[in-house]
Nanobody, 125 residues
């Protein structure tokens, strides 16, 4: 059973930075594509960034140049480094993974099988 747990959210001022982490149990990162999603109140869940089992990354346009997704050296924790945060980045952020060996389709949240509980990010202007 794959379990994901996010941490690192909180309040931050516009222009600030946060580092989100996702700890996984029950699987090896080397076998899964991993992704970050976010959902603001009243809005649909949207893909932010993904990293596949070969380390190739994909970013939503809103995240390019400001966010970085990576795994720690031991490949036990997924990280989302967020810089130059804006109020519109405020949302609940989720770590997610599809089935083993499947691709991460950021445009299709329903294709992801495993989700964490989320960590809230609030950016004030």
């Amino acid at each position: 059973q794959v379990q994901l747990e996010e941490a690192g959210g909180g309040p931050v001022q516009s222009g600030g930075s946060l580092r989100l982490s996702c700890a996984a149990s029950g699987h090896s990162f080397s076998e899964y594509c991993m992704a970050w999603f976010r959902q603001a109140p009243g809005k649909e869940r949207e893909g932010v960034a993904s990293i596949d089992d070969r380390g190739r990354t994909t970013y939503a346009d809103s995240a390019k140049g400001r966010f970085t997704i990576y795994q720690d050296n031991a490949k036990t924790t997924l990280i989302l480094q967020m810089n130059n945060l804006k109020p519109e980045d405020s949302a609940m952020y989720y770590c997610a993974a599809p089935r083993k060996g499947e691709y991460c389709y950021l445009a299709m949240p329903a294709s992801f099988n495993y989700w964490g509980q989320g960590t809230r990010v609030t950016v004030s202007s």
